[in-house]
């Protein structure tokens, strides 16, 4: 029977009469439910069949049967959960001199050193839980960054602003904010190294070879040289250096005129060598006009600005007794002299061409003359040894005289 009904029973008595039995008939439900319970752990528990359970640490189950008001078994489920209590602990970094408020609503205000704080609460379910914070304190920074840079270059400030160009010092202060929040003061400092830019001029002989700053070598230099070297300063900064190289070259080119040879180069030192003896110096031939007394090859070694060449050598035949006695009477004096000459012996019936030249090789007097004497003044002349060459009927006769 799971339902409510009625039911009619016609029965005969003893008597032989009618009875009528009408049984109406209730149904009564039997009942199964489940109930959940939430304790906090430790607490204890009664259920539905009266039993207590003390000490509850963990979730229990427990089923009970009972007789309902009908008779009727009723089944009971009862889920017991163990809330947990709480014990927490926390770190916290706040800004010195901020404000904190606690998991209990507390609020400490200007914060400025370290502490402990214990908050008492009740979970959802009634438990109490106890929250531990440990407050750290987190300064804010004050910092000063002293930088050096190269003139011209860029830099980048922590606060990400770039300046470029930077020719003269510069100090800026940036407010900026650390891992925890807090404000950070970054001052920086920026210094200027120099780079420099200059140039050198420098002569060498020409042939020769010269060191740039960058350590490389050219040989052979006949030829102006302008170069730029791109080095690095000990601050690490472009030094560039312009090297401006000179090729001296020295004039070695001579004028022949029979035995008398002449450098052309008038401010040098000279000296004169014969080419047919290895090249070996003349005692006492350093003068610019060079006389030759003897058949030969002859070269001079010009000396200026420190640098020294060699010319061609030139051959001089010829040199030795002239066939006109009449050269073997002349006579030159003073010698040395101070200023005047006189030159003696000549022969009157033929003309006589006079020519003297200074040491640096310029003619200073060039007479035709038809006498025995004559005399020359030189006095206004330099000192030094000058050559008197005489010519007659193609015969010629040189001297040497030295003025005083």
Not at 174 to 182: F, K, R, V, Y
Not at 355 to 376: A, C, E, M, Y
Request: glycine share 6%; with cysteine; proline share 3%.
């Amino acid at each position: 029977i799971t339902s409510n009904t009625s039911y009619t029973s016609n029965l005969t008595t003893a008597a032989g009469c009618d009875s009528i039995v009408t049984i109406n008939i209730n149904v009564v439900s039997t009942y199964q439910t489940s109930v959940n319970a939430d304790i906090c752990s430790g607490d204890s528990y009664t259920f539905p069949d009266g039993t207590t359970l003390n000490n509850i640490t963990a979730n229990v189950t427990q089923i009970d049967t009972l007789n309902s008001l009908g008779g009727c078994d009723s089944v009971v489920t009862t889920n017991v959960i163990a809330n947990p209590h709480y014990n927490l602990s926390e770190t916290v970094a706040v800004c010195s001199g901020s404000s904190y408020t606690f998991p209990d609503g507390t609020s400490q205000n200007n914060i400025t050193s370290n502490f402990t704080y214990t908050s008492n609460l009740n979970s959802v379910f009634g438990c109490d839980s106890v929250i531990t914070t440990n407050i750290n304190v987190v300064s804010g920074y004050d910092i000063s960054n002293n930088v050096t840079v190269c003139s011209g270059s860029s830099y980048t400030f922590p606060d990400g602003t770039t300046v470029d160009d930077i020719t003269a010092p510069l100090t800026q202060v940036d407010t900026l904010s650390s891992m925890h929040g807090c404000d950070s003061i970054i001052t920086t400092t920026l210094s200027v190294n120099p780079s420099y830019s200059s140039s050198m001029s420098v002569s060498v002989c020409s042939g020769d070879s010269h060191t740039f700053p960058d350590g490389t070598t050219v040989d052979n230099i006949t030829s102006n040289i302008v170069r730029s070297d791109t080095l690095e300063t000990v601050n690490a900064c472009d030094s560039i250096i312009t090297t401006y190289v000179s090729a001296i070259h020295v004039n070695v080119s001579v004028v022949q005129d029979q035995a008398t040879l002449t450098a052309q180069e008038t401010t040098a030192a000279y000296q004169w060598v014969d080419c047919n003896n290895n090249y070996s110096s003349i005692s006492g031939a350093t003068e610019r006009v060079f006389e030759a007394t003897s058949d030969g090859s002859y070269a001079v070694i010009v000396t200026q600005n420190q640098c020294s060449d060699t010319s061609s050598c030139y051959s001089v035949t010829g040199v030795g007794i002239y066939e006109d006695e009449s050269f073997e009477k002349i006579r030159i004096y003073p010698n040395p002299s101070g200023g005047e000459i006189t030159i003696e012996g000549m022969n009157p019936d033929k003309e006589s061409v006079i020519t003297i030249w200074n040491p640096d090789g310029d003619i200073v007097f060039s007479k035709k003359i038809r006498q025995t004497l004559f005399v020359i003044d030189l006095k206004k002349e330099s000192r030094g040894t000058y050559l008197i060459r005489l010519i007659n009927d193609k015969k010629e006769y040189s001297a040497k005289v030295i003025l005083l």
